[in-house]
């Protein structure tokens, strides 16, 4: 069984930067792709960025030019860089991967960014 585990989460100032981290238990090179959706209180889940084995990276448009998805395959980890947070950035932060050949889709358990001064 694939786990994700989120990491890298906390309370930073509005203009601050966080990087979460995704780690694997097994090598990420089997996922189809591998994103970042958030969970603000009361609001529905949203993607936040998304990252294929193969193609561009792609960015839902409040975060880009501010976010930066990447992974690195020796460490079986994706990263989110998040540079000037806001404080509408303020979420849960779920680590997501798929495997369309056989259907599979995991979770993290999640990791909380809070914006605040």
């Known amino acids: 069984q694939v786990q994700l585990v989120e990491s890298g989460g906390g309370l930073v100032q509005p203009g601050g930067s966080l990087r979460l981290s995704c780690a694997a238990s097994g090598s990420i090179f089997s996922f189809t792709a591998m994103g970042w959706y958030r969970q603000a209180p009361g609001k529905q889940r949203e993607l936040v960025a998304t990252i294929p084995r193969s193609g561009s990276t792609n960015y839902t448009d409040s975060v880009k030019g501010r976010f930066t998805i990447s992974r690195d395959y020796a460490k079986n980890t994706m990263y989110l860089q998040m540079n000037s947070l806001k404080p509408e950035d303020t979420a849960v932060y779920y680590c997501?991967?798929?495997?369309?050949?056989?259907?599979?889709?995991?979770w993290g358990q999640g990791t909380q960014v809070t914006v605040s001064s």
């Open positions: 997501n991967a798929v495997k369309r050949t056989i259907g599979a889709d995991y």
